[in-house]
């Protein structure tokens, strides 16, 4: 090897393993991603993630699509500017609104939440499945494009739940009426006959325990966190991208409305103390 050719791969090798060792950015409006990069963490458990919670702006399910796209730019532009080396947008709603255009402006792998209409779809015994989403993404033409795609006979039965994510977004996931609401949502799509449930909105697995005691055994609930992080995992191998094994796991949480409460429930949500720090204006 020429002295040029030893000195251009050192270079190379340096700059890649100082990219390998770069947090992956995470964020949603608020806490539900959280869902999300629990499960990350649990398959990459040495990938450092920087996650953001969008508090200021939350819920996103009752915004007009151009404020969430301008947020979706804002939060996405910041997490480069701290030299992440991947984004997970881990809301369905930010996705189906915002994805495509964040894709064709920035240059690093940018992963979305797609909700399980396909698999639901392919396994239902009965053929008739259920979709539970924030307002915003229930009249969104890119979702609706989505579960027609997907569907593949099955009548879908399109459920926005308003209200939900403000609960869950308060610590009161495990409530009594938090119990109702989801009941109220339940109820006339159980009486559709429905064999699979699909979450569609990164807020809901936090409640997937009482959703499943009030539909039953009989009806299969399809979440998002594992697809998702195997896409990351694809998505960082294929780039290269992926962490050295000895690297040590770092996480930082930043919030656009920090508060003691959010500070406990972020840590409680993710299963790790973590401090929170106030995410710059934007
Ligand atoms: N967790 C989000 C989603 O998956 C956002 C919900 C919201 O803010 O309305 O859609």
């Not at 480069?80 to 189906?96: F, G, L, P, R, Y």
Request: aromatic letters at 6%.
């Amino acid at each position: 090897m020429t002295q040029t050719s030893a000195l251009f791969s050192t270079k190379v090798a340096t700059n890649e393993s100082k990219v390998n060792s770069q947090a992956i950015g995470i964020f949603d409006s608020g806490v539900g991603g959280l869902s999300i990069a629990k499960c990350i963490h649990q398959h990459l458990p040495n990938e450092s993630l920087i996650y953001v919670a969008d508090s200021l702006f939350s819920p996103y399910g009752d915004k007009s699509s151009n404020v969430i796209i301008e947020r979706v730019n804002k939060l996405a532009d910041w997490l480069i500017s701290q030299h992440v080396k991947a984004i997970v947008v881990a809301c369905n709603t930010a996705t189906v609104i915002a994805i495509d255009q964040l894709r064709a402006r920035v240059n690093i792998p940018i992963i979305g939440v797609e909700p399980a209409i396909k698999p639901a779809a392919l396994h239902s015994a009965t053929q008739k499945i259920a979709l539970l989403v924030t307002e915003a993404t229930a009249v969104n033409h890119r979702f609706l494009a989505l579960v027609n795609k997907h569907k593949n006979g099955a009548e879908a039965f399109i459920q926005p739940c308003a209200g939900l994510v403000e609960l869950i977004e308060q610590g009161l996931h495990e409530s009594e009426q938090c119990h109702q609401l989801v009941n109220g949502f339940l109820q006339p799509l159980l009486k559709n006959n429905i064999d699979k449930l699909v979450l569609g909105c990164t807020h809901y697995p936090f409640v997937s325990t009482m959703i499943k005691e009030i539909v039953g055994k009989e009806v299969t609930i399809m979440e998002t966190a594992l697809p998702v992080t195997e896409q990351l995992i694809r998505q960082l191998s294929h780039n290269n991208l992926l962490a050295n094994g000895d690297h040590v796991f770092e996480q930082s949480f930043f919030s656009s409305k920090v508060s003691p409460h959010l500070e406990k429930l972020m840590s409680t949500l993710f299963g790790k103390n973590s401090s929170l720090q106030s995410l710059p204006l934007l």
